[in-house]
Structures are given as C-alpha cells and as structure tokens.
C-alpha cells in the first residue's frame, strides 16, 4: 500500500504487509504498549517479564501459521509505529470465521487514525479472502474500547480468561463484512 495519510491528517504513514523482517519492530511496538495500555490492569509482574526474544519467537511462529497475516503501519523517521495481526478465528463460540488477534499502535500514533487503517487493512484482507464475519477481543476495562466502537465493532460478549493463572475478563466485538 502507498504512504496514507491518517483520517486526523497529522501525520503520513505507510501501511503494507508484513515481513519476518519486521518483527523486531512489532515486537517494540507490542512490548511497549502493553506496558502502557494494561497497567493497573495485568499485574505489573507480568508486564515487567516480557521478553523481546519469546515475543519475538512467538510472533515468528504465528506469522508463519497458515491463513495468519500482518501489516505494519511505518513511520519513515521512526520504523514500525503500529502493527495487527490477524487470521482464522480461535474462539468459535462467536460464530466468527475471522479473527483480529493483535492490534497495537505506539502512544505517540494514538489517537491519529494510524488504528483505524490498520483496522480497515486487516477487515479489507478478510474481504479479499471472502470472510464474512470477524471478531477480536479486548479486555473489559481498556480504555481502547471505544475505538472498536468507533469503528463498527459490535460488542457480542464478555467472558473470563486466564493469563498466566490469573483471571481477567475480556469483551468480544465483532464485524460483519460486505463483499
């Protein structure tokens, strides 16, 4: 994809598919704003143990996976600003044949639009391969929420998880896609 210039016009980054080249830069990305995006929401013990190289074998290990795709939102100055990653669904109680697995976009991207053309690739993606319906979840007290509802997510439930023994609560949206 050309260099897009984001809804809010601030600035102008280029959105394309990822490269196992840049999963260094996406594992930045996801460290970082995990850190900043789930204080106070995952113990702190778990954010501070993230580790770069099990991201970075974890990400190398899905992005391999069959029917999983990434594309990266790049910043010409800064790298890899803002990332999703998506593929088959995971949870098929939500009746959803697709799946947003990760969508994460450095604090200094947020609230630029760089979110939404990530999203937007991602639900065009799913179109191409004639997907009709997606989902994602999020946890339940994310202040990011609002953006999948700005977005046209429609919240379908909410549902405990477990995340390295300790429970969490997460909500489901979904998007039902027009060919």
């Known amino acids: 994809m050309p ?3 984001t809804p809010a016009g ?4 280029r959105v394309r598919e990822a490269t196992l080249s840049d999963i260094p830069g996406i594992v930045r990305v996801n460290i970082a704003t995990w850190r900043d995006a789930y204080k106070g929401l995952i113990p702190d ?7 770069r190289e099990e991201r970075e074998k ?3 290990a899905l992005l391999s996976e069959d029917g999983v795709f990434s594309y990266i939102a790049e910043d010409a ?3 890899v600003a803002g990332f999703v990653v998506a593929g088959p669904a995971r949870f098929r109680e939500f009746n959803h044949e697709g799946e947003v697995y990760s969508l994460y976009v450095e604090k200094e991207f947020q609230r630029r639009g760089v979110g939404a053309l990530l999203l937007g690739a991602a639900l065009n993606k ?3 391969k004639n997907v009709g319906s997606v989902c994602l ?4 007290g994310s202040r990011f929420r609002r953006f999948y509802e700005k977005n ?10 477990e995340l390295q023994g300790v429970p969490l609560r997460v909500v489901a949206y979904g998007w039902e896609l027009q060919p």
């Open 126 to 128: 799913f179109r191409e």
């Open 45 to 51: 013990g778990i954010l501070d143990a993230l580790s």
């Open 77 to 79: 100055s800064r790298g």
């Open 3 to 5: 260099a897009s210039k």
């Open 137 to 140: 979840m999020v946890l339940e």
């Open 152 to 161: 046209a997510g429609e919240m379908l439930c909410s549902k405990s998880i």
């Open 58 to 60: 974890a990400f190398c």
């Open 10 to 13: 601030e600035i102008a980054v």
